[in-house]
């Protein structure tokens, strides 16, 4: 059996708050709350990431591993925990008594979950006396599941919104603590939309935690949607769209590229958009010049990079 960690000295100042442990993974959307909870003076025993096998990582033994871990463009939860003292924990198979274990000597009162890609087990949902909290970018009940934002840049929506959720043995179905519809520009980077949903995620998250009590109230039945992860069909760009349309899923869902659209009958592969002229028109359905191809719309024109390989 794992060992617990040996240093959890992390102290709130006013006392009695519940201990957090925290689940997360890369990116902005676990770091941007990590900040959030530890700035409004909020008890963080442990940091859980997913890993190969259960094991602490504290940073005196990470060795070489530190400075590969962080870039501006995928900033890694783990470093920031580091930064802050925060034992850091990596999970394998949550099934495993190990694994369990683990986050139980930690001895929570709440866990939050911030982007972490795998289903808690009913053993890990029991484990904290007030609950699991989620959070989720979108305004559930609709786009329930691992990718919302791809999926709701993908319906052309333009606006987005975030959850704050129980959790239960259903995916994104438990109970809606608070919400936050969230507004992003047209074009905007998937960086961009992930910090906006992020940040908001986070101001509802420390709200929700200063009150008295936890508030809850049912999912509606009405507007349920559930997206699952997107496959290689699901990156392609129908050139019956809008220009706007195109453009934003492309900048917004970069994440996902390389994207494909049917140009002349065959599938070309491109990177994300890099210009929009909503107005534009072009004689032909699309015009290639170099590495570059011009992509006709209804209405307007959309500039992609080739993919590499692209022929």
Known sequence: MIQPYPVLSILDPRG???????????????????????AAGRQVAAVVLPGANT????????????????????????????????????????????????????????????????????????????????????????????????????AGETATGVTVHYMNEGIDTGDIV??????????????????LAAAACARLLVAALAAPSLPRRPQPAAGATYQPFPDEEDRGIPTTWTARRAFSFARGAADMAPFWL?????????????????????????????????VRFEPGVVDFLLAPGAQ
């Open 262 to 294: 049917d140009l002349g009958g065959r599938r070309v592969w491109v990177e994300p958009a890099f210009a929009l002229d909503p107005g534009g028109t072009l004689d032909e359905p699309y015009q290639r010049r170099g590495q570059t191809v011009r």
């Open 55 to 154: 094991r602490w990582v504290p940073p005196e033994t990470a060795g070489g591993e530190l400075p590969l871990l962080s870039s501006p463009l995928r900033p890694d939860v783990r470093h920031e925990a580091w930064k802050q003292g925060i034992p850091v924990l990596e999970v394998g198979r949550l099934a495993d008594e190990a694994a369990l274990a683990a986050v139980a000597s930690l001895r929570p009162d709440l866990i939050c979950v911030a982007c972490f890609p795998r289903i808690l087990p009913a053993g890990w949902l029991a484990l904290p006396e007030l609950g699991c909290l989620n959070l989720h970018p979108s305004l559930l009940p609709a786009y329930r599941g691992p990718a919302p934002l791809f999926w709701q840049l993908r």
């Open 178 to 195: 608070a919400q936050a519809p969230v507004a992003y520009p047209e074009g905007a980077s998937g960086l961009e939309v992930e910090r």
């Open 16 to 38: 009695g708050a519940p201990r957090i442990v925290y689940l997360g993974m890369g990116g902005v959307f676990s770091l941007i709350p990590l900040r959030a909870l530890r």
